[in-house]
C-alpha cells in the first residue's frame, strides 16, 4: 500500500516562501500522478497543482498560479510556494494516484498545515 507523507508546513509572513515535501513509499512509484491540495477552515477542499504520471502536463489553481511551483524527483514531489497571502492559509495535503490528477485520488497523505499570518 503507498503511503504518503508531507513535510514543509509551518507559518509565515505575507510576502514569505515555504517549500513542501511529500515522500511516497510502500508501493509502486510507476505512472504515478502526484499533486497537491489544500482545506482552509469553513471551505471545501481544492486542487492546487497536481502533476501527470508522465510529466507531461501539470495543473495549476488559478491562485496560485505564478506563485507556486510543482516538481518531481522520482517518488517525491515538491510545492515551492512564494508569495504567500493570508488566503493561502489551509492544510495542505498531498494525494497520488496511478492513473491520473483528480479530487478523488487514491492515495492522500495525512496533510501539513501552512499558516500565513502577520
Known amino acids: 500500500q503507498l503511503q504518503l507523507v508531507e513535510s514543509g508546513g509551518g507559518w509565515v509572513q505575507p510576502g514569505g516562501s515555504l517549500t513542501l515535501s511529500c515522500v511516497a513509499s510502500?508501493?509502486?512509484?510507476?505512472?504515478?500522478?502526484m499533486g497537491w491540495f489544500r482545506q482552509a477552515p469553513g471551505k471545501e477542499r481544492e486542487t492546487v497543482s497536481c502533476?501527470?504520471?508522465?510529466?507531461?502536463a501539470t495543473y495549476y489553481t488559478d491562485s496560485v498560479k505564478g506563485r507556486f511551483t510543482i516538481s518531481r524527483d522520482n517518488g517525491t514531489v515538491y510545492l515551492q510556494m512564494n508569495s504567500l497571502q493570508v488566503d493561502d492559509t489551509a492544510v495542505y495535503y498531498c494525494?497520488?494516484?496511478?492513473?491520473?490528477?483528480?479530487?478523488?485520488?487514491?492515495?492522500w497523505g495525512a496533510g501539513t498545515l501552512v499558516t500565513v499570518s502577520s
Open positions: 494525494a497520488a494516484d496511478h492513473l491520473t490528477c483528480y479530487d478523488g485520488m487514491n492515495y
Open positions: 510502500g508501493g509502486s512509484l510507476d505512472y504515478l500522478a
Open positions: 502533476l501527470t504520471s508522465m510529466g507531461d
